[in-house]
């Protein structure tokens, strides 16, 4: 009883928020809201009993990216201001759009899911074992992508600080062709 | 090895040593030394003809296949009948005319003949194959040319005409691509070859679907009636050479295309569907030759007329009588001997006043009689004066035409009939307008009359007309004999 | 639908079907802010609501069909973890758009030049 | 049976044609006249020869027999059709033969003269023989195909002669006229041969006339609203035929082919290329009273009509060649008239069944004769005075003796005064017209006097009337011998031509008879012609103001007379209001605007399209997301709905 207490206000939680996060007009908001959903996706993981999920979704989600994001924002926003939106055709055109999405899957999951699945009450996985999976190289274990995605990271932040230097030269020339604009 | 490919060899050989010729002397002279000899081809051709013909059977002669692409059955199919000899005959003379009244083309003097051995390979490609396919792939060479030589040589709006021109004959061309694959497969898939076709029965309902393809794809490029109306334009823009070999023969394509591949392979259909066409081809006989009665400009006047006698071609075919067919080859012959007379002429007189406008020009009889003559003869031609070509194919068309009892056809008949009347009207209102009368303009009194190479062409053109005119009955029986396998 | 797996576990207090339902209108709701939003961050913010839908749909199938295994479980740590690596080139470029434009507009870079 | 040598009174003037035609100015201009004249006089004396060795050699028991000395296939047209070109020699063809070389010859001596100085002299022979050729392949056709053949190349050949004065307007509209007026009835002349070489699978004449008939069963047998496949046939060509002889309505163009020069009119608008139509309706004349009487009987009624039509315009036209214009139409609705009032006769009866028909040809003969004389001498008159117009004439015949002398003669033949030549055979036609029907009679009568009348207001006021008034400078002389030689030839002709016994030569069954006067009848039309001719000159033989209150009186009429009874003007307003503005205007503008409309909408259309199109393209991935998510959506959607 108490986990659908717990389910249901998460549940609500997240929706209400990922809405709010999509149409909200100042955009600091739309980040707050969009740590408030990151949150509560932690606490689902946590109802699935799986606690490492939900320490690396509340470290690099809510703590590493959020913190990113507020930074970009903060670098290119004045606060409060209020962002554009596009014209109503296109509102309209996307909320029809993913409504008929959502409908559609919604019907299908409800359709098709409700006789499948097959819960098991088990234990905490614990940490070793998931090392162990994670560094393993026999069946079920993943070292392989866990090197790729090491790899992947590295080259994003490579990536990241070659993309945001400043390079003062181009970046002069530009702002003419800008000024003559 | 088949000796037709000699058709094909010498444009092959005149477009490489263009590739390599300097200056315009060498350019020249490589052009008429492959034209006459192209001429000197079909003039052998013919002697060979009629000395190997069977007249009883009427088969093609000289065939051959090498099979180029072996999935679809696609072969290098030579072969020739009284039709494509004509034909071949034809338009050997005619790229050597255009030769030599394209003399002093500017600019770009070499690429001009390059593309127009291009078109006349495609031209000799197309008459000499009996391959569905490679006949489609000549037909194709024949139509890109075109293109670039009306868009870059040519006068008034070019451009859109060309442009105009390409655009209708590539989607008529879509339209035979269908129906070529379309005969191939409902024929059960065995040959691209006609003569291998025509063995085969095709069944009726897909007779029909095909027929009308392959006619409107193939009628288009004969002027058919509603589909004319890159031919006015077409030929005011381009330039003389181009419009000759255009009108005189490549018009001439499309209705060989339908006699020989829409109605031998698909006689049936041919039969249920004739009235339809016959109907747009009357039509289109009788609107030619009015619209004709209004044009200022000398070259759409011949391009009107040249829709209406295009449809009589077809008209005739699709009277599906040996007479009336014979009669439309040698209507082929004449309106392209004929009408490239009249492209020739218009092109020196406009070289010299600038204008095709008949009501700017006034009593040039007297200051060029030589083209003036030469115009009147082509004018008698065209309205059929007996003694020249016209009247022999229009006669053997009418008789022939007549031979259908019904009289749906009798009264078709009769309003192709009556094109004679209006063609007079209009030719000798143009003739009356810029040749007789007095001198409109002061300038054009001081003007020359041809030149050797311009009056050597017209005069090939006017001996051929004349030949066609007086003594057809070698020509007509050839042609007749050749028809025994549609019929 | 593959082989039938009956539910053994006599009744879960949440059922597979909520947990999907919610990853749907988060998803949905990410794809809704991808079409209609113009700044940069804002698109951003949406893709993230859409991979951590995902996250959601892998742990929970992980923990409802196989829960004996850990591919979903390390799915979602790896898209976890390539969010987070897209997030800062993303954030990168936007940084350096609205050093070139002023702003951080998506329709600046529609075209692909200057 | 052989006279094979009737091939080169065809080939020499062919011939002359080509040598004048393709050496064009290179050769001077008297030579060419040598050349063309020469070639002619050896036609002319072969003419003569001919009709000597036919008329004294062919005849078999009383019948003139019918050789085809040269006839080879010029093309084949179907499995049994075949256009044969040759030579077919009969009585009438004959005749055709020595009026035309003899009319023809004169022409071209007379040309010499009269031509003299003219800018394109050698193009002018180079015509004459032609047309001359095309005029005796005509007449020698042995098919109707052949006889269609060169039924055309007269038309171009008379188109040339009138349009010899090709920097005149005037004259390049009149050549254009006759040209097309006379291609609209080929055009039913055409069909009418159509019609009937489908049905009898031949264009030869031999078989078509001589026979049961047979062969026309099949044109008998199958109808066409309300008439026989037949009966259509011979009126279409009737048509052909009526546009060549310039009969109402389709004689507009003769009246403007004077503006050619006068020696042709001479040739082709009087004595040869119009009575072409005459010629043809005899050809087939034994069709048309064997089967399509009818036909024959329209035929009569329509050269009546014509016949009086344009004797009243005749009467008041002031251009001395037009004066003669309408005379030739109304001579030639005479000849129409004789060979339809045949009908009401059986054809076996010598006595009247070949009466018309004998006539007819008897008057194409002589009117050939007188005709081309006055042409010839309104000509010489025309070159001593500079002037078409009557009022610019007058008391010439002080000046001009022999002309005078020879048109007086002309005028007396066609005025039907005896002894010259157009009062036997004028006499012949009106026995046939009286037998055919009292009202006939009387109105063919009223003709004749309409035709002695107009003809002497022409010689009065030509001749006497008023003084000559000096124009140019000098006074009006005699013309040059070459001119007034075929002058005193032909009026010779005339003089004797009514003596020929014309009946013993050329009927209608080829057998012989003896021509008698219906003395009656020969006085009626006496008394009436002396009549006129008085009238006309109490009116006009000096100058006075009667004919200017006659006028007066009856001015509706003289107005109406005057300008031809408006039927240019209809013509003018259905060809150009109709036919070109009405018709041919719009066709044209629908093929620029509608057809060619269609097709540049087309290509506007796949302009717009594309540009439309593009905007997918946007670059926007947004945009591309939003129709990557809707056609998947799209697709699952229909998946499970045609699943379930």
Known sequence: MLEQIIFSILAIAIALFSVLAVTSKRIIRSAIYLLFVLLATAGLFLMLNYHFLFAVQVTVYAGGIMVLFIMAIFLTHKPGKIVERRTNLKIISSILLSGGGLILCGYIILRNVTRVYNYLKINEINMQDIGRAMMGTEKYQFLLPFEAISLLLLACIIGAIMIARKEKNIETNDNKDLDHK | ?487 | MGELIVNTSGGAPIPLTAYLIVSLIMFFAGIYGFFTRKNLILILISIELILNSVDINFAAFNRYLFPDRMEGLFYALFVIAISACETAVAIAIVINVYRKFGNTEVDNIQQMKN | MDMDYTLLILLLPLCSFLFIGLSGTKLKPAVAGIVGTLSLTAVTLLSYYTAYDYFSSQNISGVWQTLTPYNFTWLHVGEKLHIDLGILLDPISVLMLVVISTVSLMVHIYSMGYMKGEKGFQRYYAFLSLFTFSMLGLVLATNIFQMYIFWELVGVSSYLLIGFYYTKPAAVAASKKAFIVTRFADFFFLIGILVLSYFTQTFDFEALLIGDGSILSGAMGSTFIGASALTWAMALIFIGAAGKSAMFPLHIWLPDAMEGPTPVSALIHAATMVVAGVYLVARMFPIYIGFTPEVLQGIAYGGAFTAMFAAVIAIVQTDIKRVLAFSTISQIGFMMVALGVSTSMQLAEHEHGGLGYMASMFHLFTHAMFKSLLFLGAGSIIHAVHSNEMADMGGLRKYMPITHITFLIACLAIAGIPPFSGFVSKDEIMTAAYGFGTGMGIWMTITAGLTAFYMFRLYYRIFWNKEYEVHGGHLPHESPRSMTIPLMFLALLTLVGGFIPFGKFVTADHTQYTIHLDTTIAIISVVVALAAIGLATILYRKENDQPARLAGRMQGLYKAAYHRFYIDEVYQFITKKIIFNGISRPFAWFDRHVIDGAINGLGWITTRTSEAVKGFQSGSVQWYAWVFLFATLLITFLTILFTH
Not at chain 2, 46 to 71: A, C, Q
Not at chain 2, 177 to 195: C, D, E, H, K, P
């Open chain 2, 1 to 487: 090895m088949n000796f037709l490919i000699i058709f094909i060899l010498i444009p092959v050989i005149m477009l490489l040593s263009l590739f390599a010729a300097r200056n315009r002397k060498q350019i020249l002279a490589i052009m008429v030394t492959g034209s006459i000899a192209l001429v000197a081809a079909s003039v052998y051709l013919v002697i060979r003809y009629v000395t190997e013909n069977d007249t009883t059977t009427g088969t093609m002669l000289f065939t051959s296949t090498h099979m180029w692409y072996k999935p679809l059955n696609i072969g290098f199919s030579l072969g020739v009948d009284g039709v494509s000899v004509a034909m071949l005959c034809l338009s050997s003379v005619i790229v050597l005319t255009g030769t030599f009244i394209s003399w002093n083309i500017q600019p770009l003097t070499k690429e001009f003949f390059l593309w127009f051995c291009l078109l006349s390979l495609g031209v000799f490609g197309f008459f000499i194959t009996t391959d569905l396919f490679t006949l489609f792939m000549f037909y194709e060479v024949a139509l890109i040319p075109m293109y670039l030589l009306i868009g870059i040589w040519g006068s008034g709006k070019k451009e859109y005409s060309a442009m105009k021109l390409t655009l209708m004959l590539m989607g008529a061309s879509s339209l035979l691509l269908v129906g070529i694959l379309g005969i191939y497969f409902s024929a059960g898939a065995v040959s691209m070859n006609i003569l291998d076709i025509a063995n085969i029965h095709i069944p009726l309902d897909k007779q029909l679907f095909f027929f009308t393809l392959t006619f409107i794809g193939f009628g288009v490029l004969g002027a058919l009636f509603p589909f004319h109306t890159w031919s006015p334009d077409g030929h005011a823009s381009a330039p003389t050479a181009v419009s000759m070999l255009h009108a005189g023969v490549l018009m001439k394509l499309g209705g060989y295309g339908c006699f020989r591949v829409s109605i031998y392979l698909m006689p049936e259909a041919a039969e249920i569907l004739a009235p339809l066409f016959l109907v747009l081809t009357a039509t289109g006989v009788f609107y030619g030759a009015l619209s004709a009665i209004h044009q200022r400009d000398l070259k759409y006047i011949n391009a009107y007329s040249s829709v209406s006698h295009c449809n009589l071609v077809l008209f005739a075919i699709l009277m599906l009588t040996r007479t009336a067919m014979t009669g439309a080859v040698l209507q082929m012959l004449s309106h392209g001997l004929m009408t490239a007379l009249f492209f020739a002429l218009i092109g020196t007189i406009y070289q010299r006043t600038h204008t095709r406008m008949i009501n700017e020009m006034g009593g040039l009889m007297k200051v060029m009689p030589f083209l003036g003559v030469a115009f009147v003869i082509a004018g008698l031609a065209s309205l059929g004066l007996p003694g020249l070509s016209g009247f022999v194919s229009e006669m053997t068309i009418f008789i022939g035409a007549f031979e259908n009892a019904d009289i749906f056809r009798r009264v078709l008949t009769i309003i192709a009939i009556s094109s004679i009347v209006i063609t007079a009207v209009y030719i000798l209102r143009m003739v009356g307008k810029f040749l007789y009368g007095p001198i409109q303009n002061e300038q054009h009194a001081a003007l020359t009359d041809a030149v050797w190479y311009e009056k050597l062409a017209v005069v090939i053109l006017i001996a051929g007309i004349a030949y066609i005119g007086m003594f057809p009955l070698g020509l007509s029986d050839m042609l007749n004999e050749s028809l025994s396998l549609i019929k």
